[in-house]
């Protein structure tokens, strides 16, 4: 149910944004008024800023703070992340400058490269979880999960236009001593 809910508000964000990208050539100040008003109503800043508080435990303010790698509470997340418009004029929590600049570009190039792996975990949980809780007390996973969860292997998942892809999951994986030589790397 949360799946269709996320996916629905990133329709409807991506239904807006397109909007807001639309050049209207309308001087009438009710129209751009009602258009300030609604997108001050969607507006959901990061963390302690948010009216509903922190998504998850890597939702801060200032992005000196946030992990690169996203943490499992973000990855289970239910709530979008904050990704803030590079419109001019768009909301925003900093005022004009570098400093919003900064923060604008560390958002969405984080977003850009870990939405994927964030997506292929969240969908590979969901899909485990499904199929424990589909089958009553012997636990029958489908061949394709079975097949992963013993020995690794692909994970393809599609959950419409922008929700598909594939993630390679290991197994039994253990980290050994990392040793840097000052030659070699």
């Known amino acids: 149910m949360h799946k269709i809910a ?13 909007l807001e990208q639309q050049q209207f050539s309308s001087t009438d100040p009710l129209i751009k008024l009602a258009r300030r008003v609604d ?5 959901d800043p990061p ?11 890597n939702d801060f303010e200032e992005v000196s703070n946030i992990l ?27 005022p004009d400058g570098p400093a919003r600049l900064l923060d ?15 997506g292929g975990l969240s969908n590979l949980l969901t899909a485990l979880l499904q199929e424990y809780h ?15 969860q013993d020995g690794g292997g692909r994970f393809s998942y599609n959950n419409g236009v922008n929700e598909n892809g594939d993630l390679q999951v290991y197994t039994n994986i253990r980290f050994a ?9």
């Open 6 to 18: 996320s996916d629905l508000y990133r329709l409807k964000t991506t239904y807006q944004q397109s």
């Open 39 to 43: 997108a001050e109503r969607i507006y």
């Open 47 to 57: 963390g302690e800023l948010s009216k509903n508080g922190k998504r998850h435990d």
């Open 68 to 94: 690169i790698i996203p943490t499992n509470k973000e990855i289970l997340s239910d709530r979008s992340p904050f990704l803030p418009s590079t419109l001019h004029n768009s909301l925003h929590f900093l």
């Open 104 to 118: 604008t570009q560390f958002r969405l190039l984080r977003e850009d490269l870990l939405n994927p792996i964030r």
């Open 134 to 148: 589909s089958s009553t007390n012997d636990i029958k996973l489908s061949k394709e999960l079975k097949k992963i």
């Open 177 to 185: 001593n990392i040793i840097c030589d000052k030659r070699k790397g």
